[in-house]
C-alpha cells in the first residue's frame, strides 16, 4: 500500500521506518521537500521510502498519518491540501501539546474540543481517525515493549474508517486490544491523557509503559 507521513520527526520516523519494512511504500511529508531529516529517513529506510511536501504526501497516500507537532498540524494539513486527503482515512497520531514555556507543556485544546476534531473540521470530506496518541512511538510499532496486556485506542465519526484502522493496528503493529471509543469527540479524552502519561514518564524514566482498560 502506498502510505504518506506528514511530519519528519521521531513518531513519522518510527512509523515510517516500521511500514516500510512490512512492505508499505510510504513517503515523508514536510514543509518544503529535501528537508534534511527526511532525506537522512529515506537514505536509512530503504528503496520503499521517499520523501517530499506534504501536499505530496497527501496526494500519494492511499492513506495518510498526521505527525505533525500538535501547535503545527492545521497548519501542515492546511498545506497538504483538503483535496489531496479529500475521501481518504487521515490517522492522527498528534497531540496538541504547547512546550513553549517549558516542561512539563500544557495543553492548547481541551476540554469542550480537540485537536481530532478541529482537523476533521478544517476536512470534512476526509475521514479523521484519532489514534496512537496515547503511547510513545516506540511502542507504536512494537507493543510487546509493555508486558502484559494493554489497549490502544480509536476514535472517529465514520465507523467504517475507525474498523479499517483498528485492523490495520492488529495486522501491520501487532495491537491485540484496540479500543473503539466511537466519534470523534473521544478525542477530547486520549488527548487528555497525556499530562498523566507525562507524569508517568517522569516517574518511571521510561517510556515503555501504557494503559490497561480493566472490566
Request: a positive charge; hydrophobic letters at 40%.
Given at each position: 500500500?502506498?502510505?504518506?507521513?506528514?511530519?519528519?520527526?521521531?513518531?513519522?520516523?518510527?512509523?515510517?521506518?516500521?511500514?516500510?519494512?512490512?512492505?508499505?511504500?510510504?513517503?515523508?511529508?514536510?514543509?518544503?521537500?529535501?528537508n534534511d531529516k527526511?532525506?537522512?529517513?529515506?537514505?536509512?529506510?530503504?528503496?520503499?521510502?521517499?520523501?517530499?511536501?506534504?501536499?505530496?504526501?497527501?496526494?500519494?497516500?492511499?492513506?495518510?498519518?498526521?505527525?505533525?507537532?500538535?501547535?503545527?498540524?492545521?497548519?501542515?494539513?492546511?498545506?497538504?491540501?483538503?483535496?489531496?486527503?479529500?475521501?481518504?482515512?487521515?490517522?492522527?497520531?498528534?497531540?496538541?501539546?504547547?512546550?513553549?514555556?517549558?516542561?512539563?507543556?500544557?495543553?492548547?485544546?481541551?476540554?469542550?474540543?480537540?485537536?481530532?476534531?478541529?482537523?476533521?473540521?478544517?476536512?470534512?470530506?476526509?475521514?479523521?481517525?484519532?489514534?496512537?496518541?496515547?503511547?510513545?512511538?516506540?511502542?507504536?510499532?512494537?507493543?510487546?515493549?509493555?508486558?502484559?496486556?494493554?489497549?490502544?485506542?480509536?476514535?472517529?465519526?465514520?465507523?467504517?474508517?475507525?474498523?479499517?484502522?483498528?485492523?490495520?493496528?492488529?495486522?501491520?503493529?501487532?495491537?491485540?486490544?484496540?479500543?473503539?471509543?466511537?466519534?470523534?469527540?473521544a478525542a477530547r479524552?486520549?488527548?487528555?491523557?497525556?499530562?498523566?502519561?507525562?507524569?508517568?514518564?517522569?516517574?518511571?524514566?521510561?517510556?515503555?509503559?501504557?494503559?490497561?482498560?480493566?472490566?
Amino acid at each position: 500500500m502506498r502510505l504518506g507521513i506528514l511530519g519528519t520527526g521521531m513518531v513519522g520516523q518510527t512509523l515510517g521506518t516500521k511500514l516500510v519494512q512490512i512492505g508499505h511504500t510510504v513517503k515523508l511529508g514536510s514543509r518544503t521537500a529535501g528537508n534534511d531529516k527526511a532525506r537522512e529517513w529515506t537514505q536509512a529506510a530503504g528503496k520503499n521510502a521517499s520523501q517530499g511536501t506534504f501536499a505530496e504526501a497527501a496526494t500519494t497516500g492511499e492513506i495518510v498519518f498526521n505527525c505533525t507537532a500538535g501547535t503545527a498540524s492545521l497548519d501542515a494539513i492546511r498545506l497538504a491540501g483538503a483535496e489531496n486527503l479529500r475521501g481518504k482515512i487521515l490517522i492522527d497520531v498528534a497531540n496538541p501539546l504547547d512546550f513553549s514555556k517549558g516542561m512539563p507543556p500544557t495543553l492548547t485544546i481541551c476540554n469542550t474540543d480537540s485537536l481530532g476534531e478541529r482537523i476533521q473540521a478544517v476536512l470534512p470530506q476526509t475521514k479523521v481517525v484519532k489514534a496512537l496518541n496515547t503511547v510513545n512511538c516506540t511502542v507504536m510499532v512494537e507493543p510487546g515493549l509493555v508486558r502484559g496486556e494493554h489497549d490502544v485506542f480509536v476514535c472517529g465519526n465514520d465507523a467504517e474508517a475507525r474498523g479499517r484502522v483498528a485492523g490495520m493496528l492488529k495486522e501491520w503493529f501487532g495491537w491485540p486490544s484496540v479500543i473503539d471509543l466511537g466519534d470523534i469527540k473521544a478525542a477530547r479524552g486520549t488527548e487528555m491523557l497525556l499530562p498523566l502519561w507525562l507524569q508517568l514518564y517522569s516517574r518511571f524514566q521510561s517510556p515503555h509503559f501504557n494503559f490497561r482498560v480493566v472490566r
